[in-house]
């Protein structure tokens, strides 16, 4: 996968990156809540060896800075912990105490950094003053030498002890962006994880290395048309379009060859088929040809409900000769004929093979421009392969995120089982927002955006600066001056009256 795989993923799962992201928020806000706040008060130590010959001095500096570890150590040891805790009379205990006080020895130095952490800032300063003083004592009393007077080191305080602006725990900004940091990381990865695992086709391009077959069409989801029917999606919605793209390769197709008689499965319940067949029928014809829809699930037939008919007698009636195929046909609108399903009878797969259905089709086929079947799913019962063998195309309908590839597969292997012409495939219900949807429909067909004229004129432009606005200006400066040239001669004259000239 590469960058932009991964982005589409994000796009696609963006709900479950958001999800991981809040999910830590809410922890780190329930970790900042319930965590105790702590004030931490620090000294800084300064040790040296005394010394009086220069040559001394690097021996003393390394002997300190190799005992470092050491004094960390002596902070939290009985030596020190007992006569503090008896010392500062906080009333804990030496455990509890020893538990906030640490020590960091700074790096390449002989220094040595002391922190004492607690809830109260006042009982911080007080535990980190005494530690200071006790410390120091302790130090230089450990390591006198016996031989020479005073003691092998001294402890100097070169930072006073001091307490912090604010509390060391918690630490809100640092607990959210961590949390932030954490819930993308787990996000995405669960969104790549997600999409690894998910065994259902996506796009057109996998369907098509899938099924060996073109994908005609990618027909986006309508959530404006009726529940109940007729199911009819509006003319010029997306889903339209995106059917008639499929009726006109179908319309190619037969150009070439002979295809009238055509059937529509799917490889398992669910993906819209009914539907798809249904709308394909009606938009045949919108174009004037003469078309029947026949409703071939015998054992859930739709059809009839999908198109406001009666469905007590059709295809089932006519193929156990209780009705002959003329008082079965229901006509619906201009140039479109229904035969309907019927009653679901106890054999449907023998009533599909008989011969009775070999003259039905060839029948229709005689009588109507096009004749399309709305065959039953091809995994779960045989009945769609039956019709399939006898059409002279078979259109596959897959949905969207739902039909697996393997479910694909099995359906096309199916088909190719019974010598079925499998002419393509439509990816049925694809999400609007979706890069697989009808492309640019909504662009389209929107009318164009209004355009909000300016506060100023744009009076540079060619528009506005003709020939008839510059012969206007012109005329008008002229008018100017020569009026202008007449007040000037009139002041003149009138200076020289007045001069009694």
């Known amino acids: 996968m590469g960058l932009r795989d991964y982005l589409r993923v994000a796009k696609r799962h963006w709900w479950l ?9 809410g922890v780190a806000l329930v970790v900042n809540l319930r965590t105790t706040t702590l004030y931490a008060a620090h000294v800084t130590f300064f040790f040296t060896t005394p010394s009086q010959m220069a040559a001394d001095l690097y021996p003393g500096s390394m002997f300190s800075t190799g ?11 009985d030596e020190i912990v007992v006569p503090l805790t008896a010392a500062t009379r906080t009333g804990l205990t030496p455990d509890q105490l020893r538990g906030r006080i640490s020590a960091e020895p700074i790096a390449d130095t002989v220094m040595l950094e002391v922190t004492v952490e607690d809830p109260s800032p006042e009982r ?12 120091k004592e302790t130090v230089e009393g450990l390591e006198r030498n016996p031989e020479a007077d005073g003691p092998a080191v001294r402890v100097e305080v070169v930072n006073q002890p001091h307490l912090a602006e604010e509390p060391v725990a918690p630490r809100p900004l640092d607990n959210f962006a961590l949390a932030v940091m954490a819930g993308l990381i787990v996000g995405a990865g669960s969104a790549v994880l997600r999409e690894v695992s998910d065994a259902t086709v996506r796009n057109a391009d996998a369907l098509q290395a899938l099924a060996c077959a073109p994908v005609l069409a990618r027909v986006p989801a309508d959530a404006g048309a009726p529940s109940v029917g007729p199911f009819v999606s509006a003319s010029n ?14 319309q190619t197709t037969a150009a070439g060859s002979s295809l009238k008689t055509l059937a529509v499965t ?3 319940p669910g993906e819209g088929r009914s539907g798809t067949a249904c709308s394909l029928a009606l938009l045949f014809a919108e174009t004037g040809q003469r078309v029947l829809v026949v409703d071939a699930e015998l054992r859930r037939p739709r059809l009839a409900k999908f198109l406001g008919r009666d469905d007590s007698a059709g295809l089932s009636t006519v193929l156990n000769g209780s009705a002959t195929v003329d008082q079965a046909l229901q006509p619906w609108g201009a140039g479109l004929w229904l035969l309907a399903g019927g009653r ?8 599909l093979s008989s011969q009775r259905m070999t003259e039905l089709v060839d029948e229709v086929r005689r009588r109507f421009d096009v004749v399309i079947f709305d065959c039953p799913p091809l995994l779960p019962v045989t009945d769609g392969e039956v019709i399939a063998a006898r059409a002279d195309g078979t259109l596959l309908v897959v949905r969207f995120s739902r039909t697996t590839g393997a479910q694909v597969s099995a359906a096309v292997r199916a088909l190719h089982g019974v010598n079925a012409s499998l002419i393509g495939c439509v990816l049925n219900m694809v999400p609007r927002k979706n890069t697989d949807a009808f492309p640019h429909f909504d662009e389209y067909v929107a009318p164009p955006p209004e355009r909000r004229p300016g506060l100023w004129p744009r ?11 510059i012969g ?4 008008l400066i002229g008018t100017q001056l020569i009026g202008t040239q007449l007040i000037g001669t009139q002041l003149i004259g009138t200076q020289l009256i007045g001069a009694g000239l």
Not at 17 to 25: G, K, Q, Y
Not at 472 to 475: K, S
């Open 459 to 469: 009076w540079w432009t060619r528009s506005l600066i003709g020939p008839e606005l």
């Open 266 to 268: 799917s490889a398992v």
């Open 472 to 475: 206007a200006g012109l005329a």
């Open 17 to 25: 990156v958001v999800t991981s992201v809040l999910l830590a928020l």
């Open 67 to 77: 005992r470092m570890a050491t004094y960390a150590e002596l902070l939290t040891s």
């Open 344 to 351: 679901p009878p106890p054999n449907p797969s023998e009533l």
């Open 237 to 250: 919605s997306a889903r339209t379009e995106a059917l008639r793209q499929v009726r006109t390769l179908l």
């Open 124 to 135: 911080a300063m007080v535990l980190i003053s005494a530690l200071t003083t006790l410390f």
